[in-house]
């Protein structure tokens, strides 16, 4: 079992920056990607960005620009420095680790983006 840690988040006001990271806890397992995912109120759960292995990334085009994905492989942790934020960008933040066979997720933590 996987347990992933995320912490960062709280309430800014719109222009300003925040950094959520997430650790996992466990060593052995073999990590393909991870990866941040956005859920506003009412919404699904969407994918904000994305970090494989290799140093492949993947942004939704509505955070181009303003987030950076970054991870760091000694301490199990992929970071998301966010910029410029909007009161859009509001919402519960997850972090998922993926495997090859199964994707592990956080608890979430909340991000309040105010106008």
């Known amino acids: 079992q996987v347990r992933l840690v995320e912490s960062g988040g709280g309430l800014v006001q719109a222009g300003g920056s925040l950094k959520l990271s997430c650790a996992a806890s466990?060593?052995?397992?073999?990590?393909?990607?991870m990866a941040w995912y956005r859920q506003a109120p009412g919404n699904e759960r969407d994918l904000v960005a994305e970090?494989?292995?290799?140093?492949?990334?993947n942004y939704a085009d509505s955070v181009k620009g303003r987030f950076t994905i970054s991870r760091d492989n000694a301490k199990r942790t992929v970071y998301l420095q966010m910029s410029t934020l909007k009161p859009e960008d509001t919402g519960v933040y997850y972090c998922k680790l993926g495997t090859r066979t199964y994707d592990y997720w956080g608890q979430g933590t909340q991000v309040t983006v105010s106008s």
């Open positions: 466990r060593s052995s397992v073999s990590i393909i990607s």
């Open positions: 970090i494989t292995t290799g140093g492949s990334v």
